[in-house]
């Protein structure tokens, strides 16, 4: 702006004569965004006299501060203001090897960000992420820590936490917060969140980090609603935001340099320069001017095939290897009555043999077989366990009856989750099958351990976590297959499990990953997910789960920073996308190209849960584009609400009146683990609504007005 005023100044002194005033210098006026041209009348504004020039808008001599533009040296013209000319300046700033340097504050600071993209013509998205030996925090124990599999995606993820920090803590009074995220959108709000290859200006809420140890610069999280479009460019931009006693809050010295025309002498910053000129330029199509802004930045979001290639490329080597029928099961114990107590007929455990792909697969840790190019590599088969739970009413009635294959709890096991969940089973004459969620099961709990001390066994986890997903679809197909007819599934001449008639049921753990199950599985059409969510990174911290690790998390040994901690798990969602159900659900909802089919789900919330959050529930109903019923006690922002009964996808949200859980990325008091999460499993109306569509398809309104229980606690 300043250079083009100078450069029009300039002219209008060496040639007079050859400029056309109201052409021209309305033209650059206009292209720099200046409205200093106007009339009253017929005379210019800023006129000081003489104002009957041979022209409309003529002007022979102009206010202070605004010169006379006399294009044919007539002795009149226009008032334009006149403009200092800026000087660019070099500004030295705080920088650190492969950082982001346009905020001191941590390294990785503001996230997610371009600074840690580089371009790449052979990917989808023409980027591959980029950090460095240096980009990563080290902890206590590991000063230096890579994780490879990071920098094989080609952007960051649309599941994102968004984050950056300020050298003093802003007051959010009049900031969108999770209960008000309609605010984000009005004229004026303090962030913004654009997707600039539409233009699309998009809701969210906004937080300051309620985990922080006043020990550094508090956290300030934009929180996204629902997961972003895949391979899309996205800008952030904050301004008017305060402090405790209403001063602005100051920019860092990079940004502001970026914003006043200066140079840096970080050559990261000023490699993105333009990147940042054109950010702004989008920022302003929204009144968000560049000389107001605090912090503005971009990040580019990775392709779906970088996020999911790896997982569909086994899926569809592993059922071509499979075939229609499986390969094979190999039961090693039966026992009937088991439990004797006359619920269970029978107890089946096996193994299913399986294809896998980790370099390991009898125990983790372990990675997954690679090529140069990052696609998962078949390394051979093994036998991954089944449990199989039928219960006796089907042997009373000599009668066959359907096949749930269920999902279990964080940290837990297939067999004991479906072992102590017989009474469904008998209730409504069905039998279940399960096997580990591989990365989240109790065998992975040493690894889940180490990676809080060396991050690169986020990958181990997250490699192990894409081999569940293998192994849960070959349990299926095998059972539907060549193990349909085995012994053990008979009373007499009977065989009690269908294996026609499959539907899948997950709680928890299982009602997240469910999710992602239920999009892979080409052998089920219709589940249920209870007290579910989706985008792991953004529920762990607000859930009492994970205060099971934050001890060794927070250690010396670990990461004594929470800025650290905090970026960590953030840079865990690029890992976790593999699976998220942040990712799935949409295609549980839309199908994927010819390769994935529309499935239909119910999802079934506690309100005030305090394990998995209900803002991730809220982000599921999103991701899923599924309606929440009409008489749910909580209507998420985004979400359509429709009567029931209905036959197709919905959500529901149940009410026990249980303790409030926290506003902030704090856990609830572990006193409350248990309550909202485990008591919504006896109520009678949520098992009639959720067996009644498992079985029919149909979501029947079983709550009368309004979706409340009482419960025992």
Known sequence: MRKSITILLALMFVFPGCLDDEDIVEDILEEEGIEEVGYEGDCTINCLESCDGPG?????????????????????????KVFEPHIPELVEVPQE????????LHCMFPFPSNAF???DPTTVTGYRVNYTKTSVPGSGTFRQVEIPGLNRLDGMSPSTQILTAFDEDPVLTAVANQSTIEKSLIEGHATILINL?????????????SRTDNKGPTILYIRTIRGLDHNTAYGVGISGLTNSTGDLISPSLAFKALIEGDYTDAPDVELRAASFDNLFVNLESHDYERENLQAAWEFHTASTESIVGGMLHMREDALTRLGDDGIGCNVTSSEDNYGNDNTTFRRVRGTITTPQYLLNPDEPPSLMSRDSNGTPLFTGYSEVPFTLIIPQVLADNNASGPLVVFGHGFMGTGEATISGSR??????????LATDWYGWSQSDYDTVIDMLVQPAYFEHQTDRLQQAMINKITMLRTMKGVCSDIPELYSGETNLVDTDEAYYMGYSLGGIYGGTFMALSPDIDRGVLWVGGSGFASMIERSTNYNQFELIFNSILGYPDRNDRAILISMGQQLWDSTDPDIYLNFVANGYGNVLTPKTIL???????????????????????????STSTRLPYGVNVVEGPIEGSAAVFFDGNFPEVPEGNTGPSPEYHSLAHNLIAGVPEVNAMVFGFMLTGIVENTCGEICTFEADW
């Open 117 to 119: 993209l580089s371009e």
């Open 423 to 432: 009474g469904w089973s008998q209730t409504y004459g069905v039998s279940l």
């Open 197 to 209: 290859d539409t233009g699309e200006r998009l809701p969210h809420w906004v937080e300051l980090d």
């Open 603 to 629: 999802a079934v919330y506690s309100v005030n849960d305090a394990q998995v959050p209900m803002l991730s529930s809220d982000r599921a109903c999103r991701a899923a584009d599924i309606p929440v019923l």
């Open 97 to 104: 090897e492969g950082c982001d340097n346009i905020n001191p």
């Open 56 to 80: 409309k808008g003529d002007c022979s001599q102009c206010v202070e501060g605004f010169v006379l533009v006399d294009g044919d040296g007539d002795g009149h013209g226009e008032c334009i």
